[in-house]
């Protein structure tokens, strides 16, 4: 089936051999510069943990239990995979256009930071944060202010060309939130939200929005940093705090950032270095209040130069 089934993710033409319908297709004419192909006999049965990562510079193996098997060799722009039998689709792309592509994207060039990003007004505004932070819930308050989507869970960075600095490639129109934020957001958990996995019940939204084909210029990366005293602001840090930040919410530190070798680690540092030159990183102190959305939003506009100037 290869070349069938053409999708535009992250800046590459995919070219798929598992439906995935959660992407925008991309024109038959397109050049794929990335693939995901299927292969038997990966899956190893003797693994029992719900999760396995084998990851080195050559080789990075994934298998869940629920889903199935995951391999990028000597090429990353390859993705092999190996479903369990009968795992919808849908199951299959939750790990695929997440962790997997992550390390497929960054053996190929591309930093990614484990967050989401939206349009304002033709600047990317980034949000990262730990667990539980909020990153789906502000890109999702952003949306309800008319700002467009670009990527939820997984940022993927390049260097602009002609200007130097970092921009954002639009990933696919969903979002991933709980179902108590679906509801405080007013977005109804209709048939286009599907839990993204049997044991979890947080849901994967599809928002109708047309994706923009072109990278957007990084405006700025927000550390969210949730707070009970009712403080929504954005406190602008400095190069090693915003360089420390970028490490720490980088996707490929859930493996260790040496996990691909040491000319990976100089690429990773180099990404880093440009974008706390070129970028501000801010801690946004976020009120844990639904009812307080709009302050979310209002910070965020003031704090990114000419963002404020550019909302809709």
């Excluded at 290869?2 to 590459?12: E, I, P, S, T």
């Excluded at 479903?83 to 792309?93: D, E």
């Amino acid at each position: 089936m290869a070349d069938a089934l053409k999708y535009r993710v992250f800046g590459h033409i995919l070219a798929s051999d598992v439906p995935l319908r959660v992407l925008q297709p991309a024109p038959a004419e397109a050049v794929v510069t990335l693939r995901v192909k299927l292969r038997a006999g990966m899956i190893r049965p003797e693994l029992t943990d719900s999760v396995t990562f084998d990851i080195t510079p050559e080789r990075q193996f994934f298998q869940w239990q629920a889903v199935g098997a995951f391999l990028i060799e000597d090429d990353p722009s390859i993705i092999w995979v190996e479903p369990n039998p009968g795992a919808p689709a849908q199951l299959v792309a939750q790990p695929l256009l997440g962790i997997v592509i992550s390390v497929a994207l960054e053996r190929l060039g591309t930093f990614c930071l484990h967050g989401g990003a939206v349009d304002v007004g033709g600047s990317a505004a980034i949000f990262v944060g730990d667990k539980g932070a909020g990153k789906s819930t502000t890109v999702s308050a952003l949306l309800d202010a008319e700002h467009r989507l670009l990527t939820d869970d997984l940022v993927a960075l390049t260097a602009d060309a002609g200007t130097g600095g970092p921009v954002v490639h639009p990933a696919f129109a969903a979002v991933k939130l709980w179902p108590d934020s679906l509801n405080a957001l007013s977005m109804d958990p209709d048939q286009t939200a599907q839990t993204i996995h049997p044991s979890i019940t947080k849901l994967q939204k599809t928002i109708e929005v047309d994706l923009p084909t072109r990278p957007v210029p990084a405006g700025g990366i927000f550390v969210l940093a949730p707070n009970r005293d009712g403080r929504t602001e954005a406190v602008r840090l400095d190069r090693s705090e915003a360089l420390s930040a970028l490490f720490c919410f980088a996707f490929i530190s859930r493996f260790g950032t040496t996990s691909l070798g040491k000319s990976h680690m100089a690429g990773l540092m180099q990404h880093c270095g440009n974008i706390v030159r070129t970028t501000p990183v801010y801690t946004l102190h976020v009120a844990r209040d639904f009812a307080r959305m709009s302050d979310l939003v209002e910070a965020i506009t003031r704090a990114v130069p000419g963002m404020e100037h550019k909302q809709k």
